[in-house]
């Protein structure tokens, strides 16, 4: 995708050295060697290639070639692949043509300027000597099938053949890799200021013998990062220092300078873990056997054993064993019952390989007598085991069995000491019985010692209560639920509450295990809450929260205030006192007044402390006073009963 985008782009531009003629989409590249010889190479697009090729004059008019056609470049076409010969010679018969499609062009035109000599087989390219010195232009006259010009041309800007075209420079941030599939390289390709460049060429020395990787050039596009693998030599020689050259190719076949580095490639597969390893035990010790490395660099072998499978291993062989030696017998401790062995291999500087599949070996010995002194004492989630060391045992098999029931081994691995924590989880207080028995080498089972009886308490929690119903009731929260059968098992009910961004707390005393509702009053109408719930049985376990219920407070229903009192003063003002009975929390007193007989109540902004307000400015005559209560929402309740005064 990237070689396809940038072909695109490129035909549409002018680069330097190449001149535009007749059509945007053809291009023509030139270089000189400063020496009267000059590289030319056009692009035309494969629908616009004439049938009778190209011929090639200077700006005088001389003929510099007569014609060039698919094939007339027999040593360029000879250099190519098979595959790039016949395509070559198929284009070479007459009435045939490439493929016009955009993808066919494209890669069509990767190819042209990526490879000099597909180019010149193509009969696009041409190299000529012993030009002029002089500032010359070109032209590129596409002929008919009988040869004769036909009209169509592409015309070059001068170029100076007594002055040589630059190269570009070498491909930057060169660099190495190497790993078992061989040597990976990376570099940045070089910045497209001059003629483009698609291709790279490299070479390898070592040792005196040099040799090319890239017979046909490596076609990689523009702007190769240089954080992506560019190359890969899978077979380079090994355990030596490798020298690399990367040339950067341009369009007319034109190489830069190498860039270069050096690098030891190790042998990798001189560390490959020994394969077929094998462990025959016999009472004289245990026979370790391997396979050799096919690598001619392992220089050794190194042994390590271990009483379990995942280690950790101790190494038996510190000086190593010789390459061309593939067993080794070890002499273990006494008691030991089963051993793992594994190998690595070791390369010439030493370095130490990762270890082949370890194999188990099993010695025989005779029985071990049965373990004695077991114990058991149980705990709220497991159940620990004792019992005295049994000799010439190398581990131990426990059983277990429910009062009544069939023994079953714990565990499929050996118990290594004289203890075990039996993990149950939560216990319903079941009887269980254990016994152990002694395991020597060669897995030469003993008998079993005595049973221990154990008692393990009930801490099986019961199944959580689930909410079945939550709604806001007069400014209160009420709850419905049922416990989860069998309903017996549980004793009490904990209700869980917390807001939004609040992990919640336990709120009031338990409940009574029959208990199906609840009503909150301690919440703020306009809250929102979630509620869980949370099951006691009668050994006090308790269940995980149930599922949460979230829902919002409505406000209290309003009431209505008691009827107030009333009394006139004429001194030291006119004025009429109220009293009234303070109002509930979170709530304040308004006061309404209107005369004897009007429809409409007024509201009265009245002084007052205590459970006093006071109307400096009353009506004459007849008035009527009221209280109503207003929450902390705004929300007002319902008018108290009617109190009257006569105003003088």
């Known amino acids: 995708m990237m070689r396809a985008k940038w072909l695109v782009c490129l035909l549409g531009l002018i680069i330097a050295g190449a001149t535009q003629a007749q059509t945007s989409a053809s291009q023509?590249?030139?270089?000189?060697?400063?020496?009267?010889?000059?590289?030319?190479?056009?692009?035309?697009?494969?629908?616009?290639w004439r049938d009778g090729g190209f011929r090639l004059e200077d700006d005088r008019g001389r003929v510099l070639v007569e014609r060039l056609h698919p094939g007339t470049n027999r040593s360029a076409t000879q250099r190519l692949t098979r595959e790039d010969q016949n395509e070559i010679g198929r284009l070479a018969q007459s009435g045939n043509k490439p493929n016009t499609s955009m993808g066919s062009a494209i890669a069509l035109g990767i190819r042209a300027l990526g490879n000099w000599d597909f180019a010149q087989a193509l009969g696009l390219a041409t190299e000529l000597k012993g030009l002029e010195r002089r500032a010359t232009g070109f032209f590129i006259r596409g002929l008919d099938h009988n040869g004769k010009p036909d009209g169509s041309y592409l015309e070059t800007h001068p170029i100076d053949l007594a002055?040589?075209?630059?190269?570009?420079?070498?491909?930057?941030?060169?660099?190495?890799?190497?790993?078992?599939?061989?040597?990976?390289l990376f570099w940045q390709g070089p910045e497209q200021h001059l003629l483009p460049v698609l291709a790279y060429?490299?070479?390898?020395?070592?040792?005196?013998?040099?040799?090319?990787?890239?017979?046909?050039?490596?076609?990689?596009?523009t702007a190769w990062p240089a954080d992506r693998?560019?190359?890969?030599?899978?077979?380079?020689?090994?355990?030596?220092?490798?020298?690399?050259?990367?040339?950067?190719?341009?369009?007319?076949?034109?190489?830069?300078?190498?860039?270069?580095?050096?690098?030891?490639?190790?042998d990798h597969s001189a560390?490959?873990?020994p394969a077929g390893i094998t462990a025959s035990a016999a009472r004289e010790g245990i026979e370790i056997r391997w396979q050799a490395n096919a690598s001619p660099n392992t220089t050794g072998y190194v042994v390590e054993r271990s009483h379990l499978l995942g280690g950790p291993y101790e190494v038996l062989t510190p000086s190593g064993v010789p390459s061309d030696q593939t067993r080794y017998r070890d002499t273990p401790p006494a008691r030991s019952a089963a051993l793992y062995y594994r190998v690595r291999a070791v390369n010439p500087r030493g370095t130490v390989g990762e270890p082949g599949a370890a194999t188990l070996a099993r010695q025989q010995a005779d029985a071990p007598p049965a373990p004695s002194g077991l114990k058991a004492e149980a705990g709220h989630t497991r159940v620990r085991l004792t019992w005295d060391p049994t000799p010439g045992a190398f581990g131990y098999q426990v059983e277990r069995r429910a009062q009544g029931g069939a023994w079953q081994a714990l565990g499929n691995l050996l118990i290594q000491e004289p203890r075990l924590d039996d993990h149950l989880g939560p216990m319903n207080g079941l009887r269980l019985e254990y016994r152990v028995s002694a395991v020597a080498w060669g897995d030469v089972v003993g008998p079993v010692g005595k049973p221990v009886v154990v008692d393990t308490p009930d801490t099986q929690p019961p199944a959580a209560p689930a909410i079945t119903g939550a709604e806001s009731d007069d400014g209160a929260v009420l709850l419905h639920f049922h416990p989860a059968a069998p309903a017996d098992q549980t004793a009490q009910i904990l209700v869980l509450r917390g807001g939004p961004d609040d992990p919640g707390l336990v709120i009031g005393d338990p409940l009574p295990g029959d208990a199906r509702e609840w009503r909150d009053t301690?919440?703020?109408?306009?809250?929102?809450?979630?509620?869980?719930?949370?099951?006691?049985?009668?050994?006090?376990?308790?269940?995980?929260?149930?599922?949460?219920?979230?829902?919002r407070v409505g406000?209290?229903?309003?009431?209505?205030?008691?009827?107030?009192?009333?009394?006139?003063?004429?001194?030291?003002f006119a004025r009429v006192v109220i009293g009234f009975t303070a109002p509930p929390a979170d709530h304040e007193v308004v006061l309404e007044a209107r005369s004897a007989g009007a429809a409409r109540w007024r509201h009265v902004a009245a002084a007052g402390t205590g459970n006093e307000m006071v109307d400096a400015h009353p009506h004459q005559g007849k008035a009527e006073y009221r209280l109503r209560w207003r929450s902390a929402q705004g929300t007002l309740g319902p008018p108290s009963p009617v109190v009257s005064v006569t105003v003088r």
């Open 271 to 273: 560390l490959n873990p």
């Open 522 to 551: 301690w919440v703020l109408p306009g809250e929102t809450y979630w509620y869980r719930l949370v099951a006691l049985d009668t050994a006090g376990n308790r269940s995980d929260p149930g599922e949460a219920v979230s829902l």
């Open 201 to 221: 060429h490299i070479e390898r020395e070592s040792e005196g013998d040099a040799a090319t990787l890239t017979p046909q050039p490596l076609i990689l596009g």
């Open 229 to 266: 693998s560019a190359f890969a030599d899978t077979a380079p020689p090994v355990e030596t220092e490798v020298r690399y050259q990367v040339y950067a190719i341009d369009a007319l076949g034109r190489r830069s300078q190498a860039a270069s580095l050096k690098l030891f490639v190790p």
């Open 28 to 48: 023509v590249y030139l270089a000189a060697d400063g020496k009267g010889g000059l590289q030319i190479l056009w692009w035309v697009p494969p629908e616009r």
């Open 163 to 184: 002055r040589a075209t630059p190269l570009h420079t070498p491909p930057a941030q060169l660099r190495a890799e190497s790993d078992a599939q061989g040597v990976r």
């Open 555 to 572: 406000a209290a229903l309003a009431k209505a205030p008691p009827q107030p009192k009333a009394r006139y003063e004429a001194q030291p």
